[in-house]
């Protein structure tokens, strides 16, 4: 006979784990690519000399604050939050958006960085819903 209080224990989930190392990584990343726009803006010139929607320092803010967003919420979902997932999915798609920004001065990079935030995503929604990493 089961127990009205009874719940399924949770358990714990690679793909959390996964998700929440390469969201660390993706932030660090993302670190670098903000930094990188404050300092070394000849990096990412494109055909036109500008960026698609922004200029360089703009751009560079933005990725900088991503990614740090990025690395803290992974340390969340590294720990096991709920809300930490929630927020990460969420960033991974600012992220994956973006990227296609960026795909004019670096294409090769931009599509294996959005195929990483997809893999982010997946994994986050895949795992198991009381499942920590």
Same mark, same amino acid.
């Given at each position: 006979?089961?127990?009205?209080?009874?719940?399924?224990?949770? /358990?714990?989930? /690679?793909?959390?784990? #996964?998700?929440?190392?390469?969201?660390?990584?993706? /932030?660090? #990343?993302?670190?670098? @690519?903000?930094?990188?726009? #404050?300092?070394? @803006?000849?990096?990412?010139?494109?055909?036109?000399?500008?960026?698609?929607?922004?200029?360089?320092?703009?751009?560079?803010?933005?990725?900088?604050?991503?990614?740090?967003? @990025?690395?803290? %919420?992974?340390? /969340?979902?590294?720990?096991?939050?709920?809300?930490? &997932?929630?927020?990460?999915?969420?960033?991974?798609?600012?992220?994956?958006?973006?990227? #296609?920004?960026?795909?004019?001065?670096?294409?090769?990079?931009?599509?294996?960085?959005?195929?990483?935030?997809?893999? %982010?995503?997946?994994?986050?929604?895949?795992?198991? &819903? &009381?499942?920590?990493?």
């Amino acid at each position: 006979m089961m127990n009205a209080y009874y719940t399924e224990p949770a /358990g714990r989930s /690679g793909w959390l784990g #996964f998700a929440g190392m390469l969201g660390v990584i993706l /932030g660090f #990343f993302h670190v670098i @690519q903000g930094v990188i726009a #404050f300092f070394r @803006q000849d990096v990412y010139l494109t055909s036109g000399g500008q960026l698609l929607v922004l200029d360089y320092t703009t751009w560079g803010w933005i990725w900088l604050i991503i990614g740090v967003i @990025q690395v803290a %919420v992974a340390l /969340g979902i590294l720990a096991g939050k709920i809300w930490a &997932r929630w927020l990460g999915a969420i960033f991974a798609a600012l992220a994956m958006i973006g990227q #296609f920004a960026f795909l004019s001065a670096y294409p090769i990079y931009s599509v294996i960085s959005i195929a990483l935030c997809v893999l %982010v995503i997946y994994g986050l929604i895949a795992a198991p &819903r &009381r499942a920590t990493a």
